[in-house]
């Protein structure tokens, strides 16, 4: 008789966004007339930029003829792309990461998802609280975690690294051994950053301690304060003890075209072994790679038109952070996030519940968000807005809230 992998039965509830979309979804067959504005999950709204459709379209046509026609990608992504992302976003930052030290994957989720696979099960992961929900899940399928405690919602056998209003919303360094250690920077859901300095104080502890860090920068385009590294890569001492996701859907708009990358740098190694080529031999075995025409697309985001297009889209989001931030306070919220990512962390108001206060919002202003506590229970008490949505229903939004 078969047996399922039991580690499943673990997980908490649904997923966070389908739980909301449930209770929007009853909402709207209730009040049908009610126009909804979703600044709820961090799906991009702006169309892709014209460079990236052009290359689009002539990477289209390039796979209906004989002569140009693809098949199966590179293992590790087209040369093309891995030495445009290798000379943007590393050697132009002064980080040390060749192209061959690039996997080029269909995004962030995935790779973040999958990264654990390439350790055993003994590893202790630590991931901040709240978190972006997937790096945690992922190791709760693996059985890598305890069972889930309902006293502390918490996991056993996790590091949890309270990220709140005190820290900065950075977390403090674990007093608890920990191996597997996952930072997201620019946050998600919290909308803080990290600076290069506190960044540093991390690869020096990883580097101490042996542990790795797996460092998600997918809202790395989002940054606009100089001491704010948009690659871990920039540390001294990264290349020893650090992975890094990346994504080009909040960049770029790719949420639904599919793109991202993972670095493992070659110094990185385990007792000799080096977790570069675990990571191949893994990419090699499950995954097919990316497809020709999105990898073009991907190369078009480092041409110089599609540079500019892009650095205008965040700007057009950052504008929206922007009317967030600044309305929320006028109205007197406490607010956090907005400056170097598209997320607006607020704090609720008269001690309501993150989800209290998720029903206050669509039922007296028919906008949606998130609430914290679906991130983890140090997220109780907070509420993420994005930014993503069109400047239109920002302002339209805020309107509404600020009338409550
Ligand atoms: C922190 C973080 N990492 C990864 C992802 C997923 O990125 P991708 O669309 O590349 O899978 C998201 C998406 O919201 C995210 O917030």
Redesign the pocket.
């Known amino acids: 008789m078969y047996k399922i992998n039991d580690n499943y039965l673990k997980l908490q509830g649904s997923y966070l966004f389908s739980t909301i979309g449930k209770k929007v979804a009853e909402y709207s067959l209730a009040n049908p007339e009610k126009s909804i504005i979703r600044l709820g999950i961090?799906d991009v709204t702006q169309p892709l930029a014209p460079a990236i459709i052009e290359a689009l379209h002539s990477a289209v046509d390039e796979m209906g003829k004989a002569e140009t026609f693809r098949g199966y990608a590179p293992e590790l992504g087209y040369e093309f792309l891995r030495n445009a992302i290798a000379k943007n976003d590393y050697e132009d930052r002064g980080a040390d990461i060749q192209a061959d030290e690039i996997f080029v994957s269909d995004?962030?989720?995935?790779d973040?998802g999958n990264i654990q696979e390439i350790f055993s099960l003994d590893n202790r992961v630590a991931v901040c609280d709240p978190v972006?929900p997937?790096y945690l899940d992922a190791n709760v399928m693996a059985g890598r975690t305890g069972e889930f405690n309902k006293g502390t919602e918490r996991f056993d056998n996790v590091v949890y690294m309270p990220c709140r209003e005190e820290n900065g919303f950075v977390p403090e360094l674990p007093k608890e051994p920990a191996d597997l250690i996952y930072l997201?920077f620019p946050n998600?859901p919290t909308g803080s950053a990290i600076t290069k300095a506190q960044l540093q104080e991390w690869v020096d502890y990883a580097n101490r301690t042996g542990a790795v860090i797996i460092y998600?920068a997918?809202?790395e385009a989002y940054i606009s304060e100089a001491e704010v590294p948009h690659t871990i890569f920039e540390c001294e001492g990264a290349r020893t003890c650090a992975i890094e996701?990346k994504?080009?859907?909040k960049n770029a708009g790719f949420?639904g075209t599919r793109l991202?990358y993972t670095v493992i740098p070659k110094d990185l190694k385990c007792g000799g072994v080096s977790l570069h080529s675990l990571w191949a031999r893994r990419h090699g075995t499950k995954y097919n790679g990316a497809p020709y025409i999105i990898q073009k697309a991907g190369e078009a985001v480092y041409s110089e038109a599609g540079k500019r297009q892009l650095k205008e889209q965040v700007a057009y989001y950052m504008n929206n952070a922007k009317i967030i931030k600044e309305g929320l306070k006028e109205t007197g919220y406490t607010v956090y996030g907005g400056v170097n990512a598209p997320y607006i962390w607020l704090k609720t108001p008269d001690k309501t519940t993150s989800w209290e206060f998720f029903d206050y919002l669509l039922e007296r202003a028919n906008v949606v968000g998130t609430p914290g506590s679906g991130f983890g229970p140090s997220g109780e008490g907070y509420f993420r807005l994005t930014a993503f949505g069109s400047y239109e229903n920002t302002v339209a939004a805020m309107e509404r809230i600020k009338k409550l």
């Open positions: 961090g995004g962030a989720k995935s973040s972006y997937v997201c998600n998600d997918a809202y996701l994504s080009f859907s949420t991202g």
